[in-house]
């Protein structure tokens, strides 16, 4: 059954919080820890049901991950150590968990069923299953989306492979797949996504080469027959759960907040650095390095916003943060044009015209033009719609925080699948201010 809910707006959002772990660093520490010989200890592992998807199938292919007071311990068994599953893997709600858990399936001698939600059986995995089955995964029924049934091998071959679309889900499990492969396995990505797993990788001990192009491509080398150590890990606040915490503060009046502890990866800080040319007031304060990864404390002041054009070579470094940017852009002054989000269309939904419709029944001019996004902001925003989510938590989140700075109160149709990502939402925005009926 779905659960609406309404935002209304708010007094002055203020406090100083934490939000929880990176959700793509998360995913990685589980996996590369069930990859490694010996154990791996994960501090600030996001709970949320993405994440535990993740969990359960590396527990059930025998890499056990058990939790004890806020550390997550996983068995790891040695890349190529994994065994068959009894039962198909179930990855809910999750595209990361279920492309890069192809990507370590595919380097085993085992048979395993793939499935997930309505949401997920929708999404496009022929993205990696082609990869994939260049290097000797073969799939049962030439299907490339889910429900999917694999069988992977001990004989991968590895490849050189130049990504179509610019996707970190894509460059990951490819990657995974080479850790098994003899000899060195190659991505070659023509714009930069996220780079945790290399970076991971690195901390764990594979041996790997990366190279930044004078075009802008970036290529990303592992050695196969690789050898992991586990380790100890802290996982940092998800920037993208943080971005809505931070539009709420810039479009609700007299606000400030400062979120400690958040991931600074500059693949990652796409939606802050487009804000900063908005003209929001927000600082990043205690740049440290935590693991191989970036984290500061960000300070955000409700501010006057004014609007911009976002390049599309951007879009990797924020893919997740357009719908909040597009509510943000709502508050601003004149347009905001978001230039190439095709990649928008196959998320959790097609977020390009859910955005849009959202925006639309809250009273914003809003247009799509081919796969460009172009908010027409007036400074306010009427509110008082009834906005419908699509399975996507993202959206849900996204049109909550619109209904704080919003004249009149705004319902999303559920908020349920706001736990894939961000559980304690709505009670942690509530604490800073927010006001949900
Ligand atoms: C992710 C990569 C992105 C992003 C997703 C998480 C990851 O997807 O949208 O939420 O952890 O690798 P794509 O790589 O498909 O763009």
Partial sequence: MSQPLTARRSAPISGRVRVPGDKSISHRALILGALATGRTRIVGLLEAEDVMATARAVAALGAEATHDGGVFEVLGQGVGGLRAPDAPLDFGNSGTASRLMLGVVAGHDMRAEFTGDASLCRRPMGRVIEPLTTMGLQVEGERDTMPLTVQ?????????????VPSAQVKSSILL????????TTVVEPLPTRDHTERMLGFFGAELKIEDRADGAR????????????????????????????????????SEIVIENVLMNPTRTGFFETLREMGADLEVLDLRDTGGEAAGDLRVKASALKGVRVPPERAPSMIDEYPVLAVVAAFAEGETHMVGLAELKLKESDRLAATAAGLTACGVEVRIEADDLIVRGAGSVRGGGRVETHMDHRLAMAFLTLGLGAQEPVTVDDVAMIATSFPGFVSLMSGLGAEFA
């Fill in 152 to 164: 992977g091998t001990q004989d991968l071959i590895p490849i050189i492979y130049e990504l179509a």
């Fill in 177 to 184: 797949a080479g850790l098994h492969a003899p000899g060195r």
């Fill in 219 to 254: 290529a990303v080398t592992v050695c196969g027959d690789a050898e992991l150590t586990g380790a100890n890990l802290a996982v940092p606040g998800d920037p993208s759960s943080a971005a809505f915490l931070v539009a709420a503060a810039l479009i609700c009046p007299g």
